[in-house]
């Protein structure tokens, strides 16, 4: 079966950096993706990646290694706002993006 | 990018009832999805809207109790039909825009008593 696995919730502090880990195993791959989705909100694009290596987009930039079925998420200088739940997805040879389950940042001051 | 709206935002229905959930775009989408999300979960796609024929759906979902219409590429509505407790949900409109973009409208948080 498809599978996507990422942790539950995480702690970080204001200021900081955090790293969200994202792995997968998927029918094919199509790129993978990044979405942010704050509580009682509709999830909002960050990032894409589809070839191995880092995306840098301000303060987040995520990475994919295709042959470890791996991604991760690095959010620095952290705010605030950045707390949210982080979704991963994987399109899959069926162009289907898969979910995972998302992880519940909390940022402490 | 693109801009979505969803109709209504929010709703309370009874039991057996059918509610009706539209979504407009603001410019011409070939790719439309509807999503659903039960609370602190993560997304489950329900069907893909395809515009001038029936909508694909996902395992486990049916077009008896979801319709889906698509009559043009900026619209489309989704029907929840003879709704159960099981049915209270947000449900997302989606689009995608390019290889790599997709987008989601705010959700219809629905009810179910």
């Known amino acids: 079966g498809q599978n996507i696995d990422q942790p539950t919730e995480m702690t970080a502090t204001e200021g900081a950096i955090v790293q969200i880990n994202c792995t997968y195993q998927?029918?094919?791959?199509?790129?993978l993706f990044w979405y942010q989705q704050h509580a009682g909100e509709a999830p909002t694009f960050l990032s894409y990646?589809?070839l191995d290596g880092l995306e840098e987009k301000g303060r987040f930039s995520s990475f994919l290694s295709r042959s470890k079925g791996y991604s991760y998420l690095l959010l620095k200088e952290l705010q605030m706002k950045d707390s949210a739940s982080y979704l991963c997805?994987?399109?899959?040879?069926?162009?289907?993006?898969?979910w995972g389950a998302g992880t519940k940042l909390i940022i402490k001051p | 990018s693109a801009v979505i709206s969803q109709k209504p935002s929010r709703d309370i229905c009874q039991r057996g009832t059918s509610l009706t959930i539209q979504c407009q775009v603001d410019?011409?989408?070939?790719?439309m999805f509807w999503y659903r999300q039960q609370p602190g979960q993560s997304l489950t796609l329900i069907a893909t809207?395809?515009?001038?024929?029936?909508?694909?759906?996902e395992s486990g979902f049916v077009i008896d109790k979801f319709p889906i219409s698509r009559p043009n590429l900026t619209f489309s509505t989704l029907t929840v039909s003879n709704m159960s407790p099981e049915d209270s949900s947000i449900y997302l409109c989606?689009?995608?825009?390019?290889?790599?973009?997709?987008?989601f409208g705010p959700g219809t948080r629905l009810t179910v008593t």
């Open positions: 989606s689009v995608g825009t390019s290889e790599y973009e997709q987008y």
């Open positions: 410019s011409q989408v070939t790719m």
């Open positions: 809207a395809n515009q001038g024929s029936e909508a694909t759906y």
């Open positions: 998927t029918s094919g791959f199509n790129g």
């Open positions: 990646n589809v």
């Open positions: 997805a994987v399109r899959d040879s069926n162009y289907q993006l898969i």
